[in-house]
């Protein structure tokens, strides 16, 4: 952090820690007591979050950065990669090219791995050294030098993080690095040859000017399709109809008051509540931020059952929980419709969806989507309060399906939520599920 002093004045410098979210530094001292004594007075809660600025705004040295990056990562959860499938990926990618565009790869390469082992040579010079000046002459120059895994080696890419060795992934796929879209699907079917024996592939998540964007995501949690209608927000059956059946267009044709309809395209990052609240503040035509989040907020929580203090309570401690976290997070969606049938389940007969409506719904990144539901009596007992286990095992039955279906589904029950100790619990649920699925808190 010190090194900040050399990238401003003393009488820029409070700027400096008010843009990274640092504390106000002292009026007296050297830039660097200045910078120091700022630093130290930082929360530890607080910390990722300037790390975060810094790599963001003022990145140190290649070394530095991964050091800070790896110790960010090391919080969160990541599909993980084990050496001899990281090996096989490489061995399956000496007969392929590894790129398309130079400048793109090298950008790859240079936002990833350390490349000037010595870089004062280079400035002294004036021609690039060390590894880089390797990878010029073994892999642009001569492609035939170097192998895939020589490559790998090189980097340290078989040792790495899981996180940084997916990232490597993703980019080798990307538009950046392979601007064309038949050859980012050859090399993706490539790489997931080994990459599946491990349990995780790259899977198309979204588009970026055209071309198709690949993350890397675990086989066993990552629904195959995106999101194309969002139906929530509404506890009674919504009265629908297609406009458009092969753009897949609904429109609601009675009480479109009751329920939300979010038609936005979702992407990797997952639906967060930020890009909620921006829908919301567009479609209702809300000129104050401030307002479209108190009135969304108000909207989603109107729309949860009245009759369920334990599923309003679960509602309410997840935004009392994180609060100033709350937009940088997956948005807590209620009553959300997952099937829609416009016949009655007397009418459908045993060929009936059984789960029409969610609780809860989160959209995570990755396609992860997480599913969280409040039991009260009606989840396992008939309307005498008998244990019923024909409705019991109907609803064990939709959890199999949604599983099946690649969700992720977690379930607490009525009482659990009437606890003293129900808010800090559901805290807890969302910080060590968030943690799991790589999701960062702050």
Not at 125 to 136: H, M, Q, T, Y
Not at 319 to 338: M, N, T
């Amino acid at each position: 952090m010190t090194s900040l002093k050399d990238a401003v004045t003393h009488t820029m410098l409070p700027a400096l820690c008010e843009e990274l979210g640092l504390p106000a530094p002292a009026v007296e001292g050297s830039k660097r007591e200045r910078v120091t004594a700022s630093f130290n007075a930082l929360a530890n809660a607080d910390l990722p979050a300037v790390a975060r600025k810094l790599l963001l705004r003022h990145p140190p040295e290649a070394a530095t950065r991964n050091q800070i990056q790896d110790v960010l990562w090391n919080d969160r959860s990541f599909p993980p990669i084990p050496k001899r499938y990281r090996r096989e990926v490489a061995r399956r990618l000496n007969s392929e090219e590894l790129y398309g565009d130079a400048r793109g790869f090298d950008e790859l390469l240079e936002r990833l791995w350390i490349l000037d082992t010595d870089g004062w040579m280079a400035l002294f010079n004036g021609k690039p050294s060390g590894l880089r000046a390797e990878i010029e002459q073994h892999v642009h120059r001569n492609p035939e030098d170097w192998s895939a895994e020589v490559l790998f080696d090189r980097l340290g890419a078989y040792d790495s993080s899981d996180r940084r060795f997916a990232l490597f992934l993703e980019g080798l796929v990307s538009p950046d690095v392979r601007p064309d879209e038949a050859a980012q699907r050859h090399i993706v079917a490539c790489i997931n040859e080994p990459l599946r024996a491990c349990g995780v592939e790259l899977r198309e998540t979204g588009t970026e000017g055209g071309y198709p964007v690949f993350s890397l995501v675990p086989l066993h949690t990552a629904t195959k399709g995106r999101p194309k209608n969002l139906i929530f927000a509404s506890p009674d059956k919504p009265d629908l109809r297609f406009t458009d059946a092969l753009d897949n267009d609904v429109e609601i044709v009675t009480n479109a008051d009751k329920v939300l309809v979010y038609d936005r395209p979702i992407g990797n990052d997952g639906l967060r509540w930020c890009d909620l609240q921006q829908w919301w503040q567009e479609t209702e035509h809300v000129a104050d931020a401030d307002i479209a989040k108190r009135s969304l907020y108000a909207r989603l929580k109107s729309s949860l059952p009245q009759n369920s203090p334990p599923q309003m309570l679960l509602f309410e401690a997840f935004f009392e929980g994180f609060r100033s976290a709350v937009p940088g997070l997956p948005a807590l969606l209620p009553e959300v419709w997952l099937h829609w049938d416009p016949r009655t389940v007397k009418e459908r007969g045993p060929d009936a969806l059984l789960r029409f409506r969610m609780d809860f719904l989160l959209l995570l990144p990755q396609g992860v989507r997480v599913v969280v539901e409040v039991d009260g009596k009606h989840h396992y007992a008939d309307s005498a309060g008998t244990a019923d286990a024909h409705r019991y095992s109907q609803m064990v039955r939709g959890d199999r399906e949604l599983k099946l279906a690649g969700y992720e589904v977690f379930r607490f029950g009525a009482a659990e939520l009437q606890a003293p100790t129900a808010k800090a619990d559901v805290k807890a649920f969302f910080e060590a599920m968030f943690k799991r699925y790589g999701v960062p808190l702050y």
